[in-house]
C-alpha cells in the first residue's frame, strides 16, 4: 500500500539556518504530494503541493520538488525564522482511489531558536 | 477567512461511553472527512462522506464508528464504546471538490481512562 516516511525529529536550528526535513514514498500510481504544518494549537494547514514529477510546490519562502525517480519531496527552506518552528508532515493522496485519502508521514517538529 | 471548527478542543470519556465528535466544515465544501492521531504515531485517515454517505473508510473505521451530518452544517464523529486505545487526537477536514485541497480543523483530542 501507500505510505510516506520522514526524517526522524525533533530538528533544533538557529535562525536564517538552512532546513531540509526529507520526505520519501511509495506508492502505486501517480500520487499527488503535500506538505502539511501544524503550528501550536492550530489545525493542520497546507503549505505546498505538487501534482506531477519534476512540479516544484513553493510557499512562504518554503519549496519542495517532485522527485519520481529518487521517490522523495524533501521540504526546503534558505533562511529559516522562529515563526516557522511547527510540527510538518509530507503527506500524498491517490486521487484514482476515488474520494480524496490522505497517507501522511509521521510528523516532523520543527524548533528555530533565535 | 473561513475555517473549519471542531468542538470540543479536549474531550475526556470513560472506557465503554459513547462520544460524539463535532465538526463544522466550510460551508460551500461537499466533501467531508475524518483523520485521527494516535500520541507518537502518524496522521491515519478514518473516512471520507459526500452527498450524505461514506465514500471511502479504512480498516480502523469499524463498527464503533459512525459519521453523521445532521444537518446542514455539522459533520460528527460518534464513537458508540469507547476503548482505551481511541484516545487520539481527532481531525476533521472538508474540501470543496474531491480533487482540491482540504482543510482542516485544530482538532479534539480525546482521551479514554
Known amino acids: 500500500g501507500n505510505s510516506v516516511t520522514q526524517m526522524e525529529g525533533p530538528v533544533t536550528l538557529s535562525e536564517e539556518a538552512f532546513l531540509t526535513i526529507n520526505c520519501t514514498y511509495t506508492a502505486t500510481g501517480y500520487p499527488s504530494l503535500f506538505w502539511y504544518v501544524q503550528y501550536p494549537g492550530e489545525g493542520l494547514q497546507l503549505l505546498l503541493k505538487?501534482?506531477?514529477?519534476?512540479d516544484k510546490g513553493s510557499n512562504k519562502g518554503f519549496e519542495a520538488t517532485y522527485r519520481k525517480e529518487t521517490t522523495s519531496f524533501h521540504l526546503e527552506k534558505g533562511s529559516v525564522q522562529v515563526s516557522d518552528s511547527a510540527v510538518y508532515f509530507c503527506a500524498l493522496s491517490d486521487q484514482r482511489q476515488g474520494a480524496q485519502k490522505l497517507v501522511f508521514g509521521q510528523g516532523t517538529r520543527l524548533t528555530i531558536n533565535p | 477567512e473561513p475555517e473549519v471548527t471542531q468542538t470540543p478542543s479536549h474531550q475526556v470519556t470513560q472506557m465503554g461511553q459513547e462520544v460524539i465528535l463535532r465538526c463544522v466544515p466550510i460551508s460551500n465544501h461537499l466533501y467531508f472527512y475524518w483523520y485521527r492521531q494516535i500520541l507518537g504515531q502518524k496522521v491515519e485517515f478514518l473516512v471520507s462522506f459526500y452527498n450524505n454517505e461514506i465514500s471511502e473508510k479504512s480498516e480502523i473505521f469499524d463498527d464503533q464508528f459512525s459519521v453523521e451530518r445532521p444537518d446542514g452544517s455539522n459533520f460528527t464523529l460518534k464513537i458508540r464504546s469507547t476503548k482505551l486505545e481511541d484516545s487520539a487526537m481527532y481531525f476533521c477536514?472538508?474540501?470543496?471538490?474531491?480533487?482540491?485541497?482540504?482543510?482542516f480543523g485544530q482538532g479534539t483530542r480525546l482521551t479514554v481512562v
Open positions: 505538487a501534482t506531477k514529477a519534476d
Open positions: 477536514a472538508s474540501s470543496e471538490l474531491e480533487e482540491t485541497e482540504a482543510f
